[in-house]
């Protein structure tokens, strides 16, 4: 089995000569479209041929002989991707959290705002990690050397301007009322 994968920048301009369609000019009916949406469904189109004038040579296409073209991920897929998946990134965290007794959560626009940066950075999935990575690591470091912390909540802002988790404190660590 050969796999091989990328993003072939400029290849939707080969099938959109070969098809006919080309978008120049001003607005183009379907404009409204995504460009990312538009380039995945013109590269539906693709054809050996497309990747010859593409610069590739026919012997390297005659060992790819099925071509698939992936849509590009949305902001409900990259959530989906951050909390769904048996080893989702905010379950790991959780579950790492979880062996220093502390309680990890994430608010539902945390999990939002950090999808809607990783689209914003056009990296893909793999956008996901970094964020997080960027925005937990000051309370992977913290957290588990205090005893006095139950829970740690990720909130939108904190993602947007990744800063330290909101850490709330055990009721056993709080000072106890005088009795009268």
Do not use: H, W
């Amino acid at each position: 089995m050969f796999i091989c994968g990328g993003a072939f920048v400029g290849l939707e301009k080969v099938i959109e000569q070969r098809t006919g369609k080309k978008s120049m000019g001003f607005i183009q009916p379907g404009e409204a479209v995504p460009k990312e949406k538009r380039a995945a469904d013109v590269l539906k189109q693709l054809e050996p041929d497309d990747l010859v004038k593409f610069g590739m040579i026919p012997e390297f296409i005659g060992r790819v002989p099925v071509a698939a073209v992936l849509e590009p991920l949305d902001e409900e897929t990259l959530m989906a991707i951050l909390t769904e998946p048996r080893n989702a990134l905010v379950k790991q965290y959780q579950k790492l959290l979880k062996m220093d007794n502390v309680q990890l959560d994430f608010k539902q626009d945390a999990i939002r705002a950090i999808a809607q940066e990783a689209y914003r950075r056009k990296t893909g999935a793999r956008a996901l990690r970094g964020i997080v990575e960027e925005l937990m690591l000051d309370v992977m470091y913290e957290l588990p050397s205090r005893k006095d912390v139950a829970r740690c909540t990720i909130t939108k802002e904190m993602v947007e301007k990744r800063s330290t988790a909101e850490l709330l404190v055990l009721p056993s660590s709080l000072p106890k009322p005088e009795s009268a």
